[in-house]
Nanobody, 135 residues
Framework: QVQLVESGGGSVQAGGSLNLSCTAS????????MGWFRQAPGKEREGVAS???????SYEDSVKGRFTISQDSAKNTLYLRMNSLKPEDTATYYC?????????????????????????????WGQGTPVTVSS
């Protein structure tokens, strides 16, 4: 089992920055991919960024050039640096992880095409951290 805990959310004005963190505990060596997803009120959960196999990074088009995903394996922590935030980035941000290549390929594809995701799609999820961007 893997437990994921997000932190770093908050309220910022448009153009501001936030750093999200997702700390993993438990059987972390079993995870093959990790990613960030977000869900705005009344909308479906969508992929934002992912790291597969510790090296292949993908972003959803609307965050390219503004968000940076990174991973510190020694600290079992996934990060999302968010710059130039826009009101449309307002959402609850979730960290997810999975252990198998097929699921991780699905995660990468979901992020790249901007598809929606459900809680049942991946093995592990955090509880979410809210981000509010005001104009």
């Amino acid at each position: 089992q893997v437990q994921l805990v997000e932190s770093g959310g908050g309220s910022v004005q448009a153009g501001g920055s936030l750093n999200l963190s997702c700390t993993a505990s438990g059987s972390t060596s079993s995870t093959y991919c990790m990613g960030w997803f977000r869900q705005a009120p009344g909308k479906e959960r969508e992929g934002v960024a992912s790291i597969v196999g510790g090296g292949t990074i993908s972003y959803e088009d609307s965050v390219k050039g503004r968000f940076t995903i990174s991973q510190d394996s020694a600290k079992n922590t996934l990060y999302l640096r968010m710059n130039s935030l826009k009101p449309e980035d307002t959402a609850t941000y979730y960290c997810a992880a999975d252990t198998t290549l097929p699921k991780c390929i699905t995660m990468q594809t979901t992020v790249v095409v901007g598809a929606s995701a459900s809680a049942s799609d991946y093995m592990y999820w955090g509880q979410g951290t809210p981000v509010t961007v005001s104009s």
